[in-house]
């Protein structure tokens, strides 16, 4: 296995499609990363199956494997039903996979500014060709726009504080990179809650850098479109903010969870929910790759038209 990333919950996830029963059928894995995922749907796939795969970041697109079935698009998974339409798969798509995860690789290669391990530029942008970035982003909101962001995005105890302390460090000098930021806001936390409130902080930066919750919105809707009906959605979340959204439009069919039901109280969803509580990392694989400990699978399937 690459290690590029570690692949989270990797046989429930892809296990979750069904893919035997539709070998030659098409798939789609939404966000590529590391190619783990991918790889072991080719292997369960069969000879005319179709896998399209989806990764916005070019480090991903170097991992992919050669192979006549796979479909690489060097794109964001927002635009997921632009694209299954283009390729004349829309409403054909028999089982969608995403891992809303960052890859290991993004963490851990410094210079992509995403860890505050890390003394580095102040990137996060997981599309490096355009777009701003978390430099752009400190230094250019509003105390208002930032307090926002660390509220809703990070969930920080005094967001208001963070961003009041953030603006008054960049009267200075800008903030250009982690080790600036750390230390601007380095009197909200101390030695006990130092990697819990830069967690949040940088998780928010990130979100906001990248518009994941707006694409995550976007990419949801349009599986509807994807979908053939009884066609699978796996998808694997890590925050709270994300895996609501998940769980809401698994649900309702809408981010909102707002759930119309008809004239007998039946649920109007799209779909139906396949486990009722997200099946999470068994205790050995957390041993062997912290970074699973948050992951929560659900999986829906497409309610046949009626």
């Known amino acids: ?11 429930e996830s892809v296990s979750a499609l069904n893919i035997e029963e539709n070998r030659n059928g098409v798939f789609v894995d939404a966000t590529f990363g590391g190619g783990g995922h991918s790889r072991e749907i080719l292997e369960r796939l069969g000879p005319k199956g179709k896998l399209i795969a989806f990764d916005r970041d070019s480090d991903a697109i170097k991992n992919a494997p050669k192979d006549k079935r796979l479909i690489l698009v060097h794109n964001n998974f927002r635009f997921v039903q632009n694209f299954v ?21 993004q963490f851990d290669t410094g ?3 995403f860890s505050f391990r890390f003394d580095a530029p102040l990137d996060m942008r997981m599309n490096q060709l355009g777009g701003k970035s978390a430099a752009d982003v400190v230094n250019t909101y509003s105390q208002e726009e930032l307090s926002n962001i660390f509220k809703i995005y990070g969930e920080l105890d005094k967001p208001w504080k963070a ?20 230390k601007a806001v380095a009197k909200l936390y101390n030695s006990f809650n130092e990697h819990k409130f830069l967690a949040k902080l940088y998780q928010a930066l990130r979100i ?24 699978r959605l796996s ?18 069919g809408n981010i909102q969870g707002n759930e119309e039901k008809d004239f007998y109280g039946r649920s109007l969803s799209p ?31 497409l309610t046949e038209k009626e």
């Open 1 to 11: 296995m690459s290690q590029y990333h570690v692949p989270v919950l990797l046989n």
């Open 271 to 301: 779909f139906t929910q396949v486990n009722r509580k997200p099946i999470l990392p068994a205790e050995e694989e957390i041993s062997s790759n912290t970074r699973s400990r948050s992951a929560k699978l659900r999986i829906a399937e």
């Open 208 to 231: 906001e850098v990248n518009m994941e919750m707006r694409a995550l919105e976007d990419f949801l809707n349009g599986t509807l479109a994807c979908l053939k009906p009884q066609g």
């Open 85 to 105: 339409r283009a390729l004349g798969f829309i409403g054909k798509v028999d089982g969608i996979l995403a891992d809303l995860g960052v890859s290991s690789h």
């Open 163 to 182: 961003a009041e302390m953030i603006c008054k460090a960049r009267e200075n000098a800008p903030i250009e990179t982690t080790g600036d930021l750390s």
């Open 235 to 252: 998808v694997i979340t890590y925050h709270s903010l994300e895996d609501r959204m998940v769980k809401n439009f698994i649900k309702a």
């Open 111 to 113: 210079e992509r500014g």
